[in-house]
């Protein structure tokens, strides 16, 4: 009984979610974010069995250890999940007792920059912006620095916007010098990942106390990976994870775009499903951006001796493989390189490891795939803090903490030869 009752539920609260995203801004009011924490094998299959039927939005998880889980607590359900955590004895905290609470105050001068002034460019770090801030910050660049700053169109995402990223250089030949590869915005929620990926283009090209970056490296980078995801996480769903496409499910839109690449696709900690939140994909590729994000990548795969992934949140730099606890050839060497970065973190502590170790399988996943063409160096990161809300004061704090470890991998990658 109380099972089925759970189904319908479920469903009704798909159904309600998906009508409202199509005119209006989501509220999250009354929504929570819980932790929950097991102390048994037992009760981790409890967990695991109350996420799956309640479909819950899991915001952080240790598969490997009796670690506590974050999700998301839509109000409807709240009273029944909190029943039955009580009556198998599994404790939790409130972590965020009003979800749309914290997104109100999450960014409070939100696109303030660009009124009424004739700067160059809207872009700053003082608050999260808009895709148009982030790419008219780009071309502005390229403009601003044609010695320096060449803006590269790949694609065209499913909804038709453009997806670019720099390639910042003072080569004189192409080609001839090791590259940095460095993303953002893979998950359109994850908004403190562009703000640090643009915040690394600002600090290579425009900070000349960062010039020693440039000797002997080429750096691209792409600030934001879906930027279809990006915008709808801005105007109508906050919480918006994967791409915009349109899936077999007429209710269910979207694919995750760090499930849907060629390698391993379809393992472990990915879904068939069209509906949940690591949806695979109808094939390996399916989504125009990670083709296109893959193409481009393929084509400077000679080059690039260190890809990073930038996603949020909790904090660790992972190391492939992520379908498997498997571990590549060179896992000590990317461990020692990563411990190294990490050592610069000052304000906020990061874990550094293999993918599965300190998280979860994710068959499919863009960071497995770069590993599997041949880069050398390859990490994702989880960004502080250990939510996907954070207010915009904290960009500066987190970003220049973690700047300091750009310049640790810099330094290797500029001895290694192409
Ligand atoms: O699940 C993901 O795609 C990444 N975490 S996130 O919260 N940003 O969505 C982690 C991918 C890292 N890879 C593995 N865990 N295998
Ligand atoms: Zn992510």
């Known amino acids: 009984m ?59 998880w240790q598969e490997s250890t009796n670690a506590a889980t974050d999700v998301l607590v839509p109000p409807n359900i709240s009273s029944e999940l909190k029943f039955k955590l009580n009556e198998a004895n599994i404790s939790y905290v409130v972590k965020i007792a009003d979800l749309q609470s914290a997104i109100n105050d999450e960014n409070p001068n939100a696109s303030s920059s660009s009124l009424g002034t004739k700067a160059a460019h809207n872009m700053d770090w003082t608050s999260y ?32 916007r453009s997806l670019y990223l720099v390639r910042i250089s003072n080569a004189t030949a192409p080609d001839t010098q090791p590259a940095v590869w460095i993303d953002g915005g893979f998950h359109a929620r994850e908004w403190i990942s562009p703000a640090l990926a643009t915040y690394i283009i600002q600090q290579i090209v425009e900070e000349p106390a960062n010039a020693k970056l440039l000797n002997n490296i080429d750096w691209y980078i792409m600030p934001v990976v879906n930027p279809d995801g990006y915008e709808y996480s801005h105007v109508r769903r906050r919480l918006w994870r994967k791409t915009r496409s349109m899936t077999t499910s007429a209710r269910c839109i979207g694919v995750d775009p760090n499930r849907n690449f060629d390698f391993k696709w379809g393992g472990a900690g990915s879904s068939s499903n069209p509906c949940s939140e690591v ?6 590729f399916s989504e125009v951006e ?11 795969s000679k080059q690039i001796k260190l890809y990073l992934t930038l996603h949020s949140c909790g904090q660790k ?27 610069k973190f000052k304000l906020y502590k990061y874990g550094v490891g293999n993918k599965v170790d300190l998280l979860y399988r994710a068959a499919g996943n863009a960071a497995d795939w770069a590993k599997s063409i041949g880069i050398e160096y390859v990490y994702t990161v989880e960004l502080p803090t250990t939510s996907f809300i954070v207010p915009a004061y904290n960009i500066l704090p987190i970003t220049r903490d973690f700047f300091p470890a750009i310049d640790v991998f810099a330094t290797k990658i500029a001895t290694l030869t192409v």
């Open 317 to 343: 730099l992972l190391i492939p493989w992520g379908y498997d606890r498997e571990y590549p050839s060179n896992f000590n060497d990317m461990m020692e390189l990563g411990q190294c970065a990490a050592s």
């Open 2 to 60: 109380s099972v089925l009752f759970s189904v319908l539920t479920l469903g009704c609260l798909l159904l309600v979610n998906q009508v409202a995203s199509e005119d209006k801004a989501v509220s999250y009011s009354g929504y929570q974010v819980w932790t929950i924490t097991t102390s048994s094998e037992e009760e981790n299959q409890i967990v695991l069995n109350l996420r799956q039927v309640y479909g819950l939005d899991v915001w952080q």
């Open 290 to 300: 990670t083709v296109a994000y893959s193409q481009y990548i393929m084509s400077k």
């Open 129 to 160: 912006h808009r895709l148009d801030d982030i790419y008219g910050y780009l071309n502005y660049l390229a403009v601003t620095y044609p010695n320096l700053v060449e803006l590269i169109n790949v694609g065209t995402s499913y909804e038709n």
């Open 279 to 284: 949806f695979k994909g109808s094939k390996a």
